[in-house]
């Protein structure tokens, strides 16, 4: 697949031994600072770098100072219909690399009275882009820092921090059962 | 104080109901000061208390006769607050009101959504039943249809269904409206009661029939209703203790006041009460009944088990099915009868109110959900099978679930999931599990583990045997085509879901590869955490048993990585809890009648392995045998590459990581001090040192190495055996002399010890006497001290020598052994 | 009597129970122990009769119209304000409280238009109260309030009647040696933000500099919004190293952008703005069916919330709208309306919104 420079690679940076890093994609005021600083909380062994975008392409500003992204969170609320929207147009600014357990896609207000996007569309957005759904709200502390566990989890596996276990490796598990 | 202002409360109050009874004709809104006042008056009651029946009434004829502008109907009629019942002359009267048609649609529609509102708070429901058939004629307004329908479907009883009606809302429904939830809802009950009546094919869905307004109001007449139940309570335990059942209150009122505050809330669990009960429409029900015996005993009647037994055949079930989530008595009945119609109401019920609470409004009631779960949870453990309604919501809710709230009653409600065919089960549940497992933390992933095992034993010991009996069944009837038809309800609560594509055999083998590899992969992330790594046996566990614990034919063996995984991890409880597994393997495969070759050469080669690594040290260098057989030319120059020495011994219980402590302390303990001690020197001591192994709760490897291992010097090391037995003995024998020695030694000590004491006390007490009687005394006291305090070094050098002595015989014990 | 009686039933109604004490301490007409006598547990039409009787007992009268102003004051909210101005050569505004009641009185007594005056100075403003002590039955709505900004041109009013409006301008006139009164399209129920609108039009774009540094003398505008700013920073500051917006630079031109147009402060409290649009339909990549029209496609557009202004500046913040905004949404405060109409015109360019 011919990348043009618009997207997002894994691979165009040498990875660094010592350090993973986080990109967080999603619209405004859907939480992606409180979640990154959530993140961020957690004591961790490498040292980890967060970016935050409100939508994909990245600038070209500073493409050069920016490391290599070991793990892609996209992240939207379903009482926000923008929102949708950013994560669906970066999605297709994104190499399929990522796709392989490399991404996944963080959905706020699921239980909300105000939803203004339906289920179904999310799920079949994340089903065609094989992302993992994450469910859970930014808003209550705990569950932001349950989320905030649960994305660098992921982080970790795609950076090889968790025993050299690969994100195909777990993808491996998965039964694709044909009905 | 308080008291003053309470009566003067009580008194503006009534002033303020009075000043709405009286008004008769067109009142003005605009600088009505008295009725501002009474309006306000009327609301911060009924926030406050509730109110009173009769005041219900007036003020609910003043709201919907039309005097009063809509927003003074609309404020009256939110503020009908029951502090505890609602007469139901007042629900006549508004649907009277309704139907003279001076109310504006509005106010119908909100009078409608009242009655939803308190109709768990009625204090009868035989009048308000006779107006169905005027309830029905509202069914063409466009805006009040759905809490009609509502209203509709709370009342409707076998009786109601009458064909024309269910061509009416055939009508309604192909018509105009179109096919509304609430119409297939009232459509459903219809068709329950009596499915000739109503052809048309319902369209199965998981949304609820109808939408759930007003959950404030709701709340705030539940917790009324609780607060003056509380009162009542209260003063009834305090003044009239048992008088209620002399009193003939029906069983429902008395629940009602027994039950505490928190039993009745909001998730209204219902108590049961029966409509024959209180209909006592005895003569139309033996009419419309298709049943012969029509003798309905209602269950409102049945207290005590026996009486139930006694009855069993003709009890009327509550109009209220969910109660029997709170009553066992009703949980024994519905696991007998096993009632098309009851259970389809019940499931109905449960759909509701776990779409409702769960999926529409989550984090609410907490606390109250967490109650339901917990009776369903009791509930299934009781049926000791799944409930479908229950598995279709688990499976929509874990969808969405952020693996946090309600935990543990989400996973246990998996673990008694009922069967499906494997690919349904793992795009329902086993996927959103997995991804929620591979990025949760290690206790989740135990817990998850945990779960899947008790859902893979769920299966093998309830859910395989009911459908093997069910096919038999059906197979039997195939063959015989006797008169009588299997009834699926002899085998299942929810018969429904007897699905005979469903391969038990075949789900328990794709389930427990999938758990496999879910536990590998754990295993690798999480570093071999112990923690996980028992959950994990557990799950071997599991395997190794089912055959003989559950009649499971096919021996599942855990997969070679796995195996491996334990086997060369760290954690000895670990490895010994496998070897256990491993012996029951052993005897599943002896016992079982069909030959299961394939199965069997495979477990051979798992046990050379484990042979090979933990007595053998022959790990990895095992060309011929063993699971890594095919491997062992590609492993042998990584292995021996890796520069350490004596690789294939480095999983032994002599060498291996996980044993080494053991090891170790063993030498320490029996080998003389300063002496260097090496792991090699256990070589000649298997036998104790399996011994001291059992000590250490390993008994596992003992068994496992007395099961497969042939001992090679059997005789050798019988002629040294007697030998070994005697120093044993001798052992044994000096060993209880050192211990009495020791006992004597406390005891000598304690003496000394209390002496000592005495002698401070009585130099206190003796403060004021002579100094030289008390010099004396002293002296004496002393000089008795002396010689305890020689009795003591005596008896130490005693246990010395007991002491050397063991330590001799221990030694000639192992050279002997050597031997 | 009766009138005093609604008017106080009409001022203790509008207020909380727990303030009544305070409102009265304020009014200063009733001593400690008057005010120790009443009984502030009773119903409020109980409180109201209470200091009606006070008052008989006192022989209050004209002085309750102070009350009621006072009242009015601390309630500003409730009520809707227009911003009016006053033209001519040189609008003597800055008369003195007791003077401009003697001239208003002078002026409207003989009309028997209004007879009872109350003139108070507050907040910076000279706040009047007109109302006739005939009329029976007393109507809250009957009363005008009027205030003036000494030194300005502008005076703002509640609402009051058609009928009785053209005869008030002209005495307003009069008071004021005004030769014409002038609506400004500017209404609300925040008074300080009407005020801080009409006061301060020329302030947007690079007066906003200037105007920050004199914020603290005005003492119209509460100097509380700039230190909240000022901690908001400071905490922005503390953020992780580790964390990085890819699109900070991005929104630190836009709101450099915003800024620039809207002013760093806090924006004025406006809860609407109308537009009333008489153009050709715009919004034809919405709906392409239109675009062969060529009438003028009458609509109104209202943004309507707590405080408008801000949200506009919001859109703009999180990049909902494109900036630079269109000057009818960016230049409120210098135009101090907040009813436009935007006719077809050869640069007025309003795309459709919404």
């Known amino acids: 697949m011919a990348s043009d420079d618009r997207t997002l690679t894994p691979y165009n940076v040498l990875p660094n031994r010592q350090e993973a890093s986080l990109l967080v994609v999603g619209a405004e005021g859907v939480g992606k600072h409180d979640l990154s600083l959530a993140v961020l909380k957690i004591p961790v062994q490498f040292s980890l770098q967060i970016r935050t975008a409100s939508s994909l392409p990245l600038p070209t500003e500073n493409a050069d100072l920016r490391p290599r992204i070991d793990f892609i969170c996209f992240i939207m609320s379903m009482t926000d219909r923008e929102s949708i929207q950013v994560v669906e147009k970066s999605l297709s600014l994104v190499d399929v690399k990522y796709f392989l357990g490399r991404a996944c896609l963080v959905v706020t207000g699921v239980h909300s009275h105000k939803k203004m996007t339906d289920l179904d569309q999310v799920t079949a957005l994340a089903d065609s882009f094989n992302l993992p759904l994450v469910f859970g709200e930014v808003k209550s502390e705990k569950e932001r820092d349950q ?4 994305i660098l989890t992921m982080t970790e596996v795609a950076a090889g921090f968790k025993n050299h276990v690969s994100p195909l490796l777990v993808e491996s598990t998965r039964l694709v059962t044909t009905s | 104080m308080s008291s003053g202002k309470g009566v003067r409360k009580k008194q503006t109050l009534e002033a303020a109901v009075r000043y709405f009874e009286k008004c008769t004709g067109k009142v003005k809104v605009r600088g009505n000061l008295e009725l501002q006042l009474s309006l306000e008056t009327v609301k911060a009651t009924s926030e406050e208390s509730g109110l009173e029946p009769d005041q219900i009434t007036t003020l609910l004829d003043a709201a919907a006769s039309g005097y009063f502008a809509q927003t003074v109907g609309r404020q009256l009629i939110r503020s009908l607050v029951p502090s505890s019942r609602v007469p139901q002359e007042a629900v006549i009267n508004a649907i009277s009101w309704m139907s003279s048609n001076k109310p504006s649609i509005s106010i119908q529609c909100l009078l409608l959504r009242w009655i939803l509102v308190v109709y768990d708070y009625i204090d009868g429901y035989d009048k308000l039943h006779s107006l169905y058939g005027i309830l029905f004629l509202f069914l063409d307004s466009q805006a009040m249809l759905p809490h009609v329908c509502h209203l509709m479907f709370l009342l409707t009883r076998k009786e109601d269904v009458k064909m024309f009606r269910v061509r009416k809302l055939l009508s309604l429904i192909q018509g105009r409206v179109g096919p509304q939830p609430c119409l297939l809802g009232l459509l459903t009950i219809y068709k329950l009661y009596y499915p000739n009546l109503v052809a048309f094919a319902l369209p199965p869905s998981n949304k609820m029939f109808f939408g759930s307004y007003d959950r404030k109001w709701r709340c705030q007449v539940r917790e009324m209703v ?60 033996e009419q419309v009944s298709l049943s012969v015996n029509t ?73 109250e959900n967490e109650r339901l779960l917990r009776m369903l949870v009791d ?60 990025s949760s933390s290690v206790y989740f992933k135990c817990q ?161 392995d484990m042979c090979d690594a933990l007595w053998r040290n022959k790990a990895f260098i095992n060309p011929t045998q063993g699971s890594l057989k095919a491997l062992s030319g590609e492993l042998n120059p990584i292995v021996t590459s890796m520069g350490i020495p004596y690789p294939s011994s480095r999983f032994s219980i002599f060498q291996g990581q996980a044993f080494l402590p053991y090891a170790w302390s063993f030498l320490l303990q029996t080998q003389p001090e300063g002496k260097r001690v090496h792991p090699n020197q256990l070589k000649g001591v298997k036998d104790v040192y399996l011994e ?24 050798g090391r019988n002629k040294h055996k007697s030998t070994a037995d005697h120093l044993r003995r001798q052992l044994q024998r000096a060993r209880t002399t050192a211990a009495r020695v020791r006992n004597q030694l406390q005891q000598a000590r304690a003496t ?62 192992i050279h002997v052994s050597h031997l | 009597m009766e009138v005093e009686k609604a008017v106080v039933k009409s001022v203790i109604s509008k207020c909380r129970i727990r303030d009544i004490e305070l409102l009265l301490r304020k009014w200063g007409w009733f001593s400690d122990e008057d005010i120790k006598k009443l009984n502030f547990k009773a119903t409020k039409k109980e409180i109201a009769s209470q200091i009606v009787g006070l008052c008989q007992d006192m022989g209050l009268k004209q002085e309750i119209g102070d009350l009621d102003l006072l009242c009015t004051q601390l309630h500003s909210s409730s009520r809707k304000w227009t911003v009016l101005k006053l033209k001519g050569c040189q609008p003597k505004t800055d008369l003195d409280p007791q003077e401009l009641q003697d001239r208003l009185l002078a002026l409207l007594e003989p009309e028997s238009i209004y007879s009872v005056v109350n003139v108070k100075s507050y907040a910076g403003a000279t706040w009047i109260r007109l109302y006739r002590l005939e009329a029976v039955p007393y109507r809250a709505t009957d009363v005008v309030y009027i205030l003036a900004y000494p030194h300005t041109p502008f005076l703002i009013t509640c609402r009051m009647k058609v009928k009785m409006q053209e005869m008030l301008y002209s005495v307003l006139l009069e008071v004021f040696e005004a030769e014409e009164i002038k609506e400004l399209q500017l209404t609300g129920h925040h008074l300080p933000s009407l005020a801080d609108l009409a006061l301060q039009q020329t302030s947007q774009g690079p007066f906003h500099a200037y105007r920050d540094k004199e914020e603290d003398e005005n003492p119209l505008v509460s100097s509380k919004s700039h230190k909240k700013k000022a901690s908001a920073e400071a905490k922005e500051r503390e953020i992780d190293l580790r964390l990085q917006d890819e699109h900070q630079a991005e929104k630190k031109r836009r ?100």
């Open chain 2, 379 to 438: 509930f299934t453990d009781f049926l000791q099978e799944g409930v479908p309604v229950v598995d279709s919501f688990i499976s929509s809710y874990l969808h969405t679930w952020n693996g946090m709230d309600y935990g543990p009653f989400i996973l246990r409600l998996i673990s008694k999931c009922q069967m499906y065919p494997f690919s349904d089960l793992n795009d329902l549940i086993l996927e959103p599990l997995r991804q929620l497992y591979f």
């Open chain 2, 692 to 715: 001291f192994l059992e000590q250490q709760n390993l008994a596992g490897v003992i068994r496992f190495i007395n099961t497969f291992i042939m001992r090679k010097s059997v005789s």
């Open chain 2, 752 to 813: 000394v010890a209390r002496v000592r004491s005495s002698i401070i006390y009585r130099r206190h007490k003796q403060q004021e006497q002579d100094l030289q009687q008390r010099e004396a005394a002293v002296n004496a006291h002393v000089n008795s001290q002396c010689e305890q305090e020689k009795d003591v070094e005596e008896l130490r050098l005693q246990l010395n020598s007991a002491q050397v002595k063991a330590r001799v015989l221990y030694r000639r014990l």
């Open chain 1, 147 to 150: 989320l905030a566990r649960r």
């Open chain 2, 448 to 608: 998850c583990l945990l779960t899947l095992t008790e859902l893979l034993r769920n299966y093998a010991a309830y859910e395989c045997p009911r459908l093997k009996e069910w096919s038999a069944a059906v197979t039997a009837e195939n063959n015989t085509t006797t008169i009588l038809p299997t009834d699926p309800s002899l085998h299942s609560v929810f018969p429904e879901r007897l699905n005979e594509t469903v391969q038990p055999a075949l789900v328990l083998q794709k389930l427990a590869a999938f758990v496999d590899r879910l536990a590998v992969l754990g295993l690798r992330i999480e570093g071999d955490n112990t923690l996980l790594l028992h959950s994990v046996v557990n799950f071997v566990e599991l395997l190794s048993q089912w055959n003989q614990q559950h009649g499971v034919e096919k021996i599942i063996l855990p997969s070679e990585h796995l195996l491996r995984r334990i086997l060369f991890s760290d954690c000895s409880s670990a490895i010994s809890r496998l070897c256990v597994a491993f012996c029951r393997y052993k005897e599943s495969f002896v016992q079982s009648s069909s030959r299961q070759r394939e199965s069997v050469s495979a477990f051979n080669d798992m046990l050379v």
């Open chain 2, 226 to 285: 609780e607060k003056s139940e509380a009162r009542q309570a209260l003063s009834a335990s305090s003044s009239l203790g048992g008088n209620a059942a002399e009193l003939g209150l029906s069983k429902s009122r008395q629940l009602a006041i027994q039950a505490p505050a928190k039993k009745r809330r909001r998730l209204e669990i219902p108590i049961s009460h029966s409509a024959s009960a209180e209909t006592q429409l005895s003569e139309s029900m």
């Open chain 2, 295 to 367: 003798k309905k005993v209602p269950f409102v009647r049945v207290d005590t088990f026996m009486n139930l037994i006694d009855n069993v055949e003709k009890i009327e079930f509550p109009s209220q099915i969910a109660a029997c989530l709170r009553d066992p008595i009703l949980q024994h009945l519905m696991a007998y009868a096993a009632d098309r119609v009851v259970t389809a109401r019940f499931t109905f019920w449960l759909q509701h109110t776990l779409t409702d609470e769960f999926l529409n409004h989550s984090s609410v009631n907490v606390e």
């Open chain 3, 255 to 354: 709101q450099d952008r915003l800024d620039s147009t809207f002013g760093s402060h806090t924006q004025p409290t406006l809860e609407k703005l109308e537009y009333k649009l008489d153009l050709r339909f715009r919004g034809t990549t919405f709906a392409p069916g239109m675009k062969g029209r060529r009438e003028v496609f009458r609509c109104r557009v209202k943004f309507e919330g707590p405080s408008v202004l801000e949200g506009t500046k919001n859109l703009g913040k999180t990049g909902l709208a494109t900036l630079p905004m269109p000057r009818h949404l960016a230049r409120v405060h210098s135009l101090a309306k907040n009813h436009f109409t935007i006719a077809e015109m050869d640069s007025s360019k309003k795309s459709s919104s919404k």
